[in-house]
């Protein structure tokens, strides 16, 4: 683990409008800044509910955003970004609206092209346009972080681009925005943004100014997320997932993920499992593996969750598990629509993520990997 002394660096949006009712701002803050012409990227749902942002002048809303986009999806969003030449980009939505509302805000009008860019810090210049982020989830965090991510179709791997360009000018969490998620979505995500902040915390990177966040990010789920799938219109515990979800987006940027999201992309590219439910089936998995590399960090990890676990393997598991199948959370490989035979490829294709692997606290083999996902199946 990272000692107290070694460099890291910290980014966070200019701005954070955090609460509830406060998504009219956004409005606000454009007027002020003089932006007359905004482009809103966002999914269909949340593009009937625009108008609550407010925003001043002429609004132009691409309303495509697939879950898991990939290139095509990105391709037609900058078709319209061209044709729009908005000076505001809003992310509106979850974190894949949000992920291609920052590839467009660099890329729009840009001599660039995604494969230009894949990378970390590749981005040539200073965007053009505005910024902003409204997540209308709790789960990715993507409103306070540098990456984006699509998926390329011929190969069925995440591209991922990272740049300090990417960051936004600013970012409106207002958790009323998630009382219309559906309980099964609410869980699962909600188990994203924790494992956000458990992969942080245990990562070969972790360090102390990270794990503020991270560990309260964990009790914040710990805390408020069975509420909220109980009961979606309860405002302190959706504004309680909304700051999880918050604090995982700041781990992401200095220390990011690891074998957790490694294992869970494969899920998504290839058999097109939502990304909240692809990590939460295999968190207790990982974190399991992870205990004897991390087994005080793991416990805290226990604690903060409110779980009962002893410090061995097989007791983190169980209880880990039963947290996640406990929220309604389909636990099995198999009744996702994943075949067995397709096991071996989905091993290869996570062990090839070596940006997340190299950050985890043990070694995972291809084998490991593979064990994993019979013991997932």
Excluded at 286 to 298: D, G, I, R, Y
Aim: with cysteine.
């Amino acid at each position: 683990m990272t000692s107290l002394s070694a460099p890291i660096t910290i980014v966070r949006p200019e701005i954070i409008e955090f609460g509830v009712g406060v998504a009219a701002k956004l409005g606000k803050w454009a007027g002020a800044q003089g932006f007359s012409r905004a482009l809103v990227v966002s999914d269909a749902f949340n593009a009937s509910r625009v108008d609550i942002l407010e925003l001043p002048g002429r609004i132009t809303v691409f309303s495509q955003v697939k879950p898991e986009p990939d290139t095509d999806n990105l391709d037609l969003l900058l078709s319209v970004a061209n044709e729009a030449r908005a000076d505001l980009i809003v992310g509106f939505g979850g974190g894949s609206a949000m992920d291609l509302a920052k590839l467009a805000s660099v890329l729009s009008g840009s001599a660039q092209t995604l494969r230009d860019v894949v990378g970390a810090g590749k981005v040539a210049q200073r965007r053009q346009v505005g910024l902003a982020q409204v997540p209308t989830t709790s789960g990715t965090g993507s409103e306070a972080g540098i990456r984006a991510l699509v998926t390329d179709p011929q190969t069925q791997a995440k591209l991922a681009v990272e740049s300090i360009h990417m960051l936004a000018d600013i970012a409106v969490i207002d958790p009323s925005l998630t009382f219309t998620v559906p309980a099964t979505t609410t869980a699962a995500t909600g188990v994203d943004a924790m494992a956000h902040c458990v992969e942080a915390f245990t990562n070969r990177k972790a360090h102390p100014m990270i794990d503020l966040y991270a560990i309260e990010g964990v009790r914040l789920v710990g805390h408020y997320l069975a509420r909220a799938v109980a009961d979606g219109s309860d405002a302190e515990a959706r504004a309680g997932l909304s700051l999880a979800s918050l604090y995982g987006g700041f781990c992401l940027g200095p220390v990011n993920t690891a074998g957790g999201h490694a294992l869970a992309y494969p899920l998504g590219t290839r058999w097109h499992v939502a990304h909240g439910a692809a990590n939460a089936l295999i968190f207790p998995h990982v974190l399991a593996f992870n205990t004897p590399a991390v087994a005080e960090k793991t416990s805290k990890v226990i604690e903060a969750l409110n779980l009962k676990a002893a410090a061995d393997q097989a007791s983190v598991f169980d209880a880990t598990f039963g947290f996640c199948a406990g929220l309604g959370i389909e636990m099995r490989l198999s009744a996702l629509g994943v075949p067995a035979d397709d096991l071996a490829t989905m091993a290869d294709d996570a062990y090839a993520i070596r940006r997340l692997l190299d950050n985890n606290p043990r070694e995972l083999g291809r084998d490991d990997i593979l064990a994993i996902y019979q013991a997932a199946y």
